[in-house]
């Protein structure tokens, strides 16, 4: 069965892309701080976060200085995917994005001699959308950020 996912290019503190897959009712939720890859040498650090409410899978705009999070907020990839696999130590699952296509997996990690671990590896799977040249492109362009700095701002201090 097939499930929405978005990808948010967020320009907080530290850029990072929050990767967000619908499942239970919510968006379980990771921080990549290098952004996914397409190429499957490319073992990027998931840390899981607090999982969102769905109607945040839209959400774009500045979040205000001094508020948590503060910083540009952009969708950098959107659309479809089917989960294949879930256990508490793995999550595979095939894209149906705009730039993020083919087979996934995030898989538990956890260094020796500490507690429960929130860090994950994602991982692109070697399939036919494979691009081992991938190179990351940001969505966040001056008119972009202008645009979102005419809104009005998402939460008050």
């Not at 850029?15 to 239970?24: S, T, V």
């Not at 130590?89 to 994005?97: A, D, E, N, R, Y």
């Not at 296509?101 to 956890?110: D, E």
Request: aromatic share 8%.
């Amino acid at each position: 069965m097939r499930a929405r996912f978005v990808v948010q290019e967020h320009h907080a503190t530290r850029l990072h892309f929050d990767f967000r897959l619908e499942i239970d009712g919510v968006l379980k939720s990771w921080a990549i701080p290098k952004g996914p890859s397409m190429n499957p040498a490319d073992k990027r650090l998931a840390v899981e976060v607090a999982e969102h409410p769905l109607e945040y899978i839209d959400f774009e705009g500045i979040i205000p200085a001094g508020n948590y999070g503060a910083g540009a907020v952009v969708i950098w990839d959107e659309g479809e995917f089917d989960l294949l696999e879930r256990t508490e130590k793995k999550i595979s699952f095939v894209m149906h994005g705009r730039r993020l296509q083919g087979g996934f997996t995030l898989s538990k990690i956890r260094f020796r001699g500490k507690g429960p671990s929130k860090d994950w590896l994602l991982i692109k799977k070697r399939d036919e959308q494979v691009a081992e040249d991938w190179r990351l492109e940001l969505a966040l362009t001056a008119e972009k950020k202008a645009q979102l700095e005419e809104r009005a701002p998402i939460c008050e201090t």
